[in-house]
């Protein structure tokens, strides 16, 4: 296993999501449902983008879940650094206010399990996708402890690989983990490398795009997704990670995908031209 630091300091603090702790915890607090009823759940998707666009929707997940004392984190590998699939699996994640703990054990069962992981840093030490669903799990259970994992790969057998991996650890730790599929939907208008059909605000392109991402996910088959999103371009930049956990939750007995909430970053900016799609769903 990597030497790796002790303590992974926070990259997206007071950018992504307030940088005091009396302010990140109001802030997490304003997105939860306290009066949402909790169902457990082997798997959810959340969105990574801020909190003040896509929090609304991730807190809507949240307070429909019950958390357990353990989470497996997966999302896209947005910098390029590190390998192709980067476990952090031992140490801590710091974070406004106190840290959250690695859970090494569930790092050296899928360290074990899945060839092509790797234990490594780099690949975590400037991406937002996993450190923004931190403020979340921690208001909620704050003896929480996490595996974080990134990937930089598209192959679909790859992502069966992970899948079948997840499982494997999930059915053999004591108590079964929560494994959270980071990733955001369709990014379109300016700066994002995809512009809108003629007639149609990347608002309203996003809304089709998405609807053809999440009906995919809705049928909790990964293959379906994966094929999904590169036949129709979508630019979803988690489809990858988003795959492997439908392999893991289906092979875990999973029987429905259930979409809490859809927004899209024009719901706050109003900035229709220039749209980024964020989609909660919780798979029981």
Not at 44 to 61: E, Q, R
Not at 137 to 159: N, S, T, Y
Not at 173 to 189: K, R
Request: hydrophobic fraction near 40%; include cysteine; charged fraction near 15%.
């Amino acid at each position: 296993m990597a030497n790796l630091p002790a303590q992974r300091p926070p990259a997206c603090a007071g950018k992504f999501y307030e940088g005091t702790s009396e302010r990140l915890n109001a802030q997490v607090q304003a997105l939860l449902e306290p009066g949402a009823p909790r169902v457990d759940a082997r798997a959810i998707v959340c969105p990574h983008a801020g909190l003040m666009y896509s929090g609304a929707v991730a807190g809507a997940v949240y307070s429909r879940v019950t958390i357990p004392s353990t989470a497996i984190l997966v999302g896209p590998n947005h910098t390029g650094y590190g390998p192709p699939l980067s476990v952090y699996s031992e140490g801590e994640w710091l974070l406004p206010g106190g840290a959250v703990t690695i859970a090494a054990d569930l790092g050296r069962m899928l360290l074990a399990r899945c060839p092509r992981a790797q234990s490594d840093h780099l690949a975590h030490q400037y991406e937002h996708c996993l450190e923004v669903q931190l403020p979340f799990l921690r208001a909620l259970r704050p003896d929480i402890q996490i595996l974080p994992i990134v990937v930089g790969f598209r192959d679909l057998e790859a992502c069966r690989d992970l899948g079948r991996a997840l499982a494997a650890v999930i059915e053999e730790a004591p108590t079964p983990p929560l494994l959270i599929a980071s990733t955001d939907l369709t990014h379109c208008g300016p700066g994002f490398g995809q512009s809108p059909p003629s007639g149609l605000t990347a608002e309203a392109f996003a809304h089709r795009q998405d609807r053809l991402a999440l009906d995919a996910v809705q049928t909790l088959d990964g293959t379906r997704l994966h094929q999904t999103v590169e036949k129709h371009q979508i630019t979803m930049c988690g489809y990858v990670p988003s795959t492997a956990v439908l392999f893991a939750a289906k092979a875990l007995g999973a029987g429905k995908a259930s979409v809490v909430r859809y927004a899209t970053s024009a719901d706050v900016s109003k900035d229709v031209d220039r749209v980024v799609g964020y989609g909660g769903v919780i798979l029981t």
